[in-house]
């Protein structure tokens, strides 16, 4: 019964939507662009445009999502119901003023874009920020993440929240300050642990070890720094006993290995740093 109330209820919210938003066009055509493009589609959503400066790649995507793809906005009149910017930060102003009468809903989908922006472009504007790492090539599931949204006026909140809601039931109201904060944190954990696991997985390799020997391990990792209060005392290893004898012949083995070893060394040295009152230097 509680499976059947539920659809009824996803039923309904769409129907409300489907008064007031019916057709969308996307600016950009990049991982963002492409994972939500396709969402709306499925949902039943009329794609009209795809927009990217490079036809070619705006194509790619239309073919998808049965839209038209264009290359230049100041020939077309955008009157979809919803534009969704998946641009980088850096030039949504610039395309936008390329763009003439919006009087659609437009929102972003950035971390860190001032939503107060979109303001010189139409009166109706927010944001919707799937809080994920993308790619084109891989189908993300969007029931899983967490969209934060933001809009200025509660009509269009509401709007935008129930779009939100279509694809996932996190979504969470958060402005464009809490947002950059929230994108920053993002940063580190996603783009900086990638980076990590890249090198060390490249350091693996080149020594002849699996680096499925390293999952558990991994796995636990994270267990111990998200889910459990004073994550920063589950710190384990040799820079938190202080154990630079040990560190250094660490950063020495590491000699064939420059981009390992500098990333050892400088997380050496701030863990040092945090447990051991600057009494150590590498």
Same mark, same amino acid.
Do not use: W
């Given at each position: ?20 938003? $019916? #057709? &969308?066009?996307?600016?950009? @055509?990049?991982? *963002?662009? +492409? ?6 589609? !499925?949902? =039943? ?51 936008? $003023? #390329? &763009?003439?009468?919006?009087? @659609?809903?437009? *929102?972003? +989908? ?6 107060? !922006?979109? =303001? ?163």
């Amino acid at each position: 019964m509680n499976n059947i109330n539920a659809r009824i209820a996803k039923l309904s919210i769409f129907a409300l939507l489907m008064n007031s938003v $019916k #057709t &969308v066009s996307f600016l950009g @055509s990049g991982n *963002v662009a +492409t994972n939500l493009a396709k969402a709306f589609y !499925k949902k =039943g959503f009329v794609i009209d445009y795809i927009y990217s400066n490079t036809l070619n790649n705006a194509t790619i995507l239309a073919q998808k999502v049965n839209a038209q793809p264009i290359n230049q906005l100041d020939k077309k009149t955008l009157d979809s119901d919803l534009i969704v910017v998946a641009l980088k930060d850096d030039i949504i102003v610039d395309v936008l $003023k #390329t &763009v003439t009468n919006i009087s @659609s809903l437009i *929102v972003h +989908t950035s971390g860190s874009f001032d939503t107060a !922006k979109l =303001g010189a472009f139409s009166n109706r504007y927010g944001c919707i920020y799937p809080f994920q790492t993308f790619r084109k090539e891989i189908e993300t599931q969007l029931e899983e993440i967490h969209f934060f949204v933001e809009a200025n006026s509660p009509e269009d909140m509401e709007t935008i929240s129930i779009v939100a809601k279509l694809f996932s039931e996190q979504v969470v109201e958060m402005n464009s300050s809490e947002r950059k904060s929230l994108h920053i944190a993002g940063v580190g954990l996603n783009n900086f642990t990638h980076y990590l696991l890249s090198i060390t997985k490249h350091y693996c390799e080149e020594n002849n070890l699996k680096p499925e020997y390293l999952t558990n391990l991994l796995m636990q990792t994270v267990n111990n720094s998200f889910y459990v209060d004073g994550a920063l005392n589950m710190q384990t290893g040799p820079a938190r006993r202080g154990d630079v004898a040990i560190i250094k012949e660490h950063i020495d083995q590491l000699e064939n290995s420059p981009k390992y070893q500098r990333i050892y060394k400088t997380f050496s040295q701030l863990i040092l740093d945090e447990f051991h009152e600057n009494q150590f230097k590498l």
